[in-house]
């Protein structure tokens, strides 16, 4: 297979090795987030920090989060690559390394379904893909999960947003997402949709590519919070340094 359709390293875009999918190399390129974290969304901090700024001025909807790599200049790139030039595969791959970052996570958090950030259906249907559940795919299946991509819709086609405030985005977020049809609610209670019925939903893991302000993370949260699920959490595959208290 790796004759026929040589895979592509996620880091350089060059041939990989065969039988593997990241150049040894550039494994040591990646910014794994290291050290001390913010205990609420997983930044990096200093060491006396226990929250960065972000987190110290907006109160967040979700309960805590956590990423794996720093958004520095090369994941930027492979993100990029990976979003914007159908470079669909570079998507298990990173769901992979997302879901063994994350094997603390889900004993701790005891999470009932894995749910991605969803696309407007316009924008997915361009793309081809949505890069969130080609990643949040990998961690459901690691650990036996359900995958649930009704959970959550998008109600409205949002503009880029990289230029915005934290608190512009959250206004132009404001009602972007809703409960789908995956979801139903009981006497207060999520309830979700599986092969063998529908079973409550206490605990969500909400899966994206990449969490600057959190204000979609926020967004979603808020609407499955709305639709009954007691506690949402989030994983990313990067995420933003913060503009103070970084390391």
């Given at each position: 297979m790796?004759?026929?359709?040589?895979?592509?390293?996620?880091?350089?875009?060059?041939?990989?090795?065969?039988?593997?999918?990241?150049?040894?190399?550039?494994?040591g390129r990646l910014p794994f987030v290291r050290g001390s974290r913010c205990r609420k969304c997983?930044?990096?901090?200093?060491?006396?920090?226990?929250?960065?700024?972000d987190c110290l001025k907006y109160p967040h909807a979700f309960d805590?989060?956590?990423a794996m790599l720093v958004y520095d200049d090369c994941v930027r790139e492979t993100?990029?690559?990976?979003?914007?030039?159908?470079?669909?595969?570079?998507?298990?791959?990173?769901g992979r390394l997302l879901a063994l970052h994350l094997t603390p996570c889900i004993k701790e958090w005891k999470i009932d379904a894995v749910i991605p950030v969803p696309l407007h259906p316009s924008r997915e249907r361009a793309r081809g893909y949505n890069q969130a559940a080609v990643v949040a795919a990998e961690t459901a299946k690691r650990?036996?999960?359900?995958?649930?991509t009704d959970a959550l819709i998008r109600t409205g086609r949002t503009t880029a947003m990289k230029t915005l405030s934290a608190g512009e985005r959250r206004e132009h977020l404001k009602s972007a997402f809703a409960a789908g049809?995956?979801?139903?609610?009981?006497?207060?209670?999520?309830?979700?949709?599986?092969?063998?019925?529908?079973?409550?939903?206490?605990a969500a893991l909400m899966i994206d590519d990449i969490y600057t302000t959190g204000s979609?993370?926020?967004?979603?949260?808020a609407a499955l919070k709305?639709?009954?699920?007691?506690?949402?959490?989030?994983?990313?595959?990067?995420?933003?340094?913060g503009a103070a208290g970084e390391e």
């Open positions: 790796d004759l026929l359709y040589p895979r592509r390293c996620p880091v350089c875009h060059g041939l990989a090795p065969a039988g593997k999918t990241i150049c040894p190399s550039c494994m997983g930044k990096p901090v200093l060491k006396n920090r226990v929250f960065c700024d805590q989060g956590t993100i990029a690559y990976y979003k914007y030039k159908g470079r669909r595969e570079y998507g298990p791959v990173l650990y036996g999960i359900p995958l649930v049809s995956g979801l139903i609610t009981k006497n207060g209670t999520a309830w979700f949709r599986t092969r063998e019925g529908w079973k409550p939903l206490l979609t993370a926020d967004a979603c949260a709305e639709a009954g699920v007691r506690h949402v959490f989030t994983a990313s595959v990067a995420i933003g340094a």
